[in-house]
């Protein structure tokens, strides 16, 4: 039902329609990228997930429309946006209202099966600030990169897996933060279209893996060189993963 401050959200679909979410009109808005982070871990039912600056929930509740039976924790800096996540997921998320890199004691002693993570895409010492604080707090980087890395680690139970989606010029400092003890690497990179640079890559890792690093071929996200039409033309496993909720399985 909506409230009187209805009128600055809007409530989209996502995945087809199998989940709605409460969003700023303005401001900062989930997408893509959340999809498919969410898309890209491999969770079981009955496993514990964490999301590091969870905005609205968008990432944990994608996986979550995906994998039944999850215990669902988030972690969002920005309050208004923190009641939005608690307002899209209910009684299945619980959504902790703090700075990562100043976690709660209760969240502290606690380990998970997978973190994942959206962090802010651009060095604010070689971009321009957003005037709009939520925007800016999703977009910004205010935390280092290293600490987003380092929380996450920290969080995981012996085996869990780390999942993060940035732009791939940041791909050297991802890999350069990770702690000895997060192996097994994977990297996935993504491609706006064919023959096109990636700029976009799914980094996992696993605590105490050893298997050898891996660099996938680079997926391209639509289909054909050039757009020929206002249709948005995703490759068949974005779209099952955009439209159906599918896994993106690398």
């Known amino acids: 039902m909506s409230g009187s401050g209805d009128s600055d959200l809007t409530h989209d679909a996502f995945l087809g329609g199998r989940l709605h979410l409460w969003q700023p009109r303005q401001g900062y808005r989930a997408g893509v990228d959340a999809v498919l982070l969410a898309a890209s871990v491999q969770a079981r039912p009955g496993q ?33 946006m923190a009641d939005l996540a608690r307002r899209n997921g209910g009684e299945a998320l619980e959504v902790f209202t703090a700075d990562l890199a100043r976690l709660p004691q209760a969240l502290r002693e606690r380990q998970f099966d997978h973190v994942l993570a959206n962090p802010p895409y651009y060095d604010r010492a070689a971009s321009v600030r957003s005037d709009d604080p939520a925007r800016e707090a999703a977009h910004g980087e205010e935390t280092p990169l290293a600490t987003w890395v380092r929380v996450a680690a920290k969080r995981l139970a012996p ?8 732009r791939v010029e940041r791909l050297p400092d991802l890999i350069r933060a990770l702690p000895d003890d997060l192996g097994s690497v994977e990297v996935l ?59 993106l399985k690398f």
């Open 48 to 80: 514990r997930v964490l999301d590091l600056g969870c905005g609205v929930g968008a990432a944990i509740l994608c996986l979550n429309s995906r994998v039944s039976g999850l215990a669902l924790t988030g972690v969002e800096l920005h309050p208004p």
């Open 159 to 166: 085996k869990g897996q780390a999942h993060f989606i940035h």
């Open 189 to 247: 990179p993504l491609a706006a279209r064919p023959g096109r640079a990636p700029d976009r890559v799914i980094l996992r890792a696993r605590k105490s893996g050893r298997a050898a690093f891996r660099l996938h071929p680079a997926l391209a996200l639509h289909a054909g060189a050039h757009r020929e039409s206002d249709a948005k033309d995703y490759v068949p496993a974005v779209d099952a993963v955009l439209r159906a909720g599918a896994a």
